[in-house]
């Protein structure tokens, strides 16, 4: 299914603040989101990934590509995964991390680097385990974020750790 | 040796910092604890110094009349446990505000903290299109009921239409 780019909203709004509600993965505008989803993971320069409520969407959709980072190990290649749950997170490191939805700041944020997530795949619904680590595992903790609410922000551990930037990158 | 407070504000430009620093070297003055950030494009520096420091010598020296330089001899003596007298009697949290920018964030949220007598350590604001965003670390006196602040810190968010997280700081001791 080919989707169609949306706009990437920028925070504040109330989409980026609220809980997703789970989804159906089978369901036809569920397909169709994460069609767009990826669609605009893949027009948006600098971003591994990208969460629903980006885009306007309070479901829990995620997608997220980090196969070209150079700090990536584990490369799971272009995913959409809905109803994503970790199960396992181990360990943490700090990191800089940004957001398309929050321009010209960054942060040291603490993330797991090896972590188990568990979801589906939409269209099949068939389920899905990802196990990531490094960047990869920082990117898709970074998209679970957003998925209740949260964004790096609200993980900085210390005043210094905030940063401008002069660039906007994802993850 | 006195003790002196010294500020830098001007546009940014490469070379600032070091003009700064030769100068005040040059002046004799040893710098203590200093901190710089860029606010809006604009060098922002503050320094506590040692030394008998002569203002208009110091801004003979640094030659800069783009920079705002402030120096004044300061009466008070460092408050810090030199004396080995260990970690501040608080526990540590750090706090996150982020939502549209309007007046009246700061004093809002931080008049919450004072009423439990906490204790803003650090602070740092940033404006970043319509997003204000705070982040503050917070010394909490240990017998603070924390649910409770919490609950006041959200109602006070809910009121700005921010988001406010308040977590305890998780501190690597190794």
Redesign the interface.
């Known amino acids: 299914m080919k989707g169609t780019p949306r706009e990437v909203l920028g925070a504040p709004h109330p989409v980026l603040s609220a809980v997703a509600e789970p989804v159906d993965p089978t369901a036809p505008e569920v397909m169709a989101a994460a069609a767009d989803l990826l669609a605009t993971l893949r027009q948006e320069p600098g971003a591994a990934g990208l969460a629903a409520p980006q885009i306007g969407l309070s479901w829990r959709l995620i997608a997220f590509d980090a196969g070209r980072h150079p700090k990536a190990r584990s490369r799971a290649g272009e995913l959409v995964v809905a109803n994503p749950r970790l199960a396992g997170a181990a360990h943490w490191n700090g990191g800089r991390e940004g957001c398309a939805s929050v321009a010209g700041l960054t942060a040291d944020v603490p993330r797991a680097t090896r972590i188990t997530v568990h979801g589906h795949l939409p269209g099949t619904g068939e389920a899905v385990t990802i196990e990531a680590d490094a960047f990869e595992a920082r990117c898709i903790q970074h998209q679970l974020d957003h998925l209740d609410g949260l964004l790096f922000l609200d993980r900085v551990p210390r005043v210094l750790s905030l940063h401008t930037s002069l660039h906007t990158c994802d993850a | 040796m006195g003790l002196s407070a010294v500020t830098v504000l001007g546009v940014d430009r490469p070379g600032v910092i070091a003009a700064v620093t030769g100068s005040l070297a040059e002046c004799g003055a040893n710098i203590q604890d200093s901190t710089m950030t860029?606010l809006g494009g604009h060098v922002a520096m503050m320094l506590l110094v040692s030394g008998d420091l002569d203002p208009a010598e110091l801004r003979k020296r640094l030659g800069a009349p783009d920079l705002v330089v402030t120096a004044s001899a300061i009466e008070a003596r460092r408050h810090f446990c030199d004396d080995g007298g260990g970690a501040p009697e608080g526990i540590g949290y750090?706090l996150?505000v982020?939502?549209?920018d309007r007046p009246g964030i700061i004093s809002a949220v931080s008049a919450v903290l004072a009423d439990d007598g906490g204790n803003i350590t650090?602070?740092?604001t940033?404006l970043?299109?319509?997003?204000y965003?705070l982040?503050?670390?917070v010394d909490l006196p240990k017998d603070v009921d924390v649910a409770a602040l919490m609950r006041r810190l959200a109602v006070v968010g809910a009121s700005l239409?921010?988001?406010i997280?308040f977590r305890p700081?998780?501190p690597d001791l190794l």
Request: charged residues 20%; without cysteine.
């Open positions: 860029l750090v996150t982020h939502g549209p650090g602070m740092s940033r970043t299109g319509r997003l965003v982040i503050a670390d239409d921010s988001q997280t700081v998780e």
